[in-house]
């Protein structure tokens, strides 16, 4: 990493230049809504991995493939940025579907959502053994298996539906498909953190910004909150600890992922909101505050620029990204399609920007 660090105290360090980041975990969405957001993800990100979750979900190599040109058709000139294509796992995706996929070159995982979890998961999976030819071929062809790590079962509390996910659904998997490798999706838990950390065999995790800020009082400050609300949801404090010391501890299992996933401002702001967080505008200054505030900005590069592509077996990229330290203020309402996003932290004064 090349740094203007001087001291080991990062409190002092004024300028960070990195080499140029990817996200591990994205939502672009499609048509006018990925012609607003597409812009931000590619002024911070070389790479992104976009996730398949559209209405109808991507399901098909083929799909993958004509929406992968519609990202690219959307990129403003002169902007330089990979889409990464992720197929969405289905009860009916076929080991064939995989092979293909695998020979496309350009599709580099398939998600799981457990159907009913979050946002346009109900054509998802509900039952994992339905998948297992799916799954074994994946294992075959070395296609990293990105899941939603939560289990949907009502009687369990919505705090405790990843822990209990880990039990009841990765463990099982692991042990039936040792060399499948696994990407453990936004993580909130430090009983996460913990299974990655020390579990055997090709097994990552994603970390977004806002896990590393905010913990669950966050959402209930002085009134609902509805934009720190995303799935799975912010926990308490000392899971937010566990994260952050996940993030900075230099084990190449922790890289970055944004989860970045706009919805309109009426649609969070409703009876019954949606989940997601839009931090595609401010991420990478989000996660600098994060290393900084614990004195760890010298791991920020291994996290968000090296680790990601070892696990996928990926360049490093070649560019470079400086961070500043300066006062700036994120603005209240981004245009999104013809209605507008609010961002997180939208009106607050953040302390790091990308120049
Ligand atoms: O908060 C979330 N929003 N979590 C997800 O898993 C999906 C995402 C979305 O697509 O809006
Ligand atoms: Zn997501």
Redesign the pocket.
């Known amino acids: 990493m090349q740094c203007a660090m001087t001291t080991n105290s990062t409190s002092s360090i004024n300028s960070l230049t990195i080499t140029r980041p990817d996200d591990w975990h994205l939502?672009l969405r499609d048509a006018e809504v990925l012609a607003s957001v597409l812009p931000h993800t590619a002024k911070q990100f070389a790479r992104a991995i976009v996730?398949p979750?559209l209405k109808p979900p991507v399901t098909t190599t083929a799909q993958a493939l004509a929406y992968r040109e519609r990202i690219l058709a959307a990129l403003p000139d002169g902007m330089q940025f990979e889409p990464l294509m992720t197929l969405y796992l289905t009860n009916n995706t076929t080991p064939d579907e995989i092979r293909r996929a695998k020979a496309s070159g350009l599709i580099h995982a398939v998600k799981l959502y457990p159907a009913g979890?979050?946002?346009?998961s109900d054509a998802g999976v509900t039952d994992l053994r339905l998948c297992y030819p799916t799954l074994e071929a994946m294992q075959e062809c070395g296609m990293p298996f990105l899941v939603?790590g939560e289990v949907t079962d009502p009687s369990i509390d919505l705090f405790d539906r990843e822990a209990v996910f880990i039990e009841r659904v990765m463990q099982p998997l692991r042990a039936d498909m040792p060399e499948l490798k696994v990407v453990f999706e936004?993580i909130t838990t430090s009983q996460a953190a913990d299974y990655v950390r020390t579990a055997s065999g090709p097994i990552a995790a994603t970390i977004t910004a806002h896990h590393l800020l905010y913990n669950r009082n966050d959402i209930f400050k002085g009134g609902i909150r509805p934009h720190y609300y995303?799935?799975p949801v912010l926990k308490r404090e000392t899971h937010r600890q566990a994260l952050l010391a996940a993030a900075i501890s230099g084990s190449p299992r922790f890289f970055l992922g944004t989860?970045s996933?706009p919805?309109a401002k009426g649609a969070k702001e409703a009876a019954c909101g949606?989940?997601?967080?839009y931090t595609a505008l401010h991420a990478m200054e989000l996660y600098a505050q994060a290393f900084d505030q614990a004195g760890a900005l010298d791991k920020l590069n291994d996290f968000a620029s090296v680790f990601g592509p070892a696990f996928y077996q990926l360049p490093v990229n070649s560019g470079m990204l400086t961070l500043e330290r300066t006062s700036w203020t994120m603005p209240a309402e981004l245009a999104l399609a013809n209605e507008t996003v609010v961002p997180l932290n939208a009106g607050e004064t953040l302390q790091w920007k990308v120049i």
């Open positions: 939502h996730m979750n979890a979050t946002t346009n939603h936004h995303c799935l989860d996933a919805h949606c989940a997601g967080c």
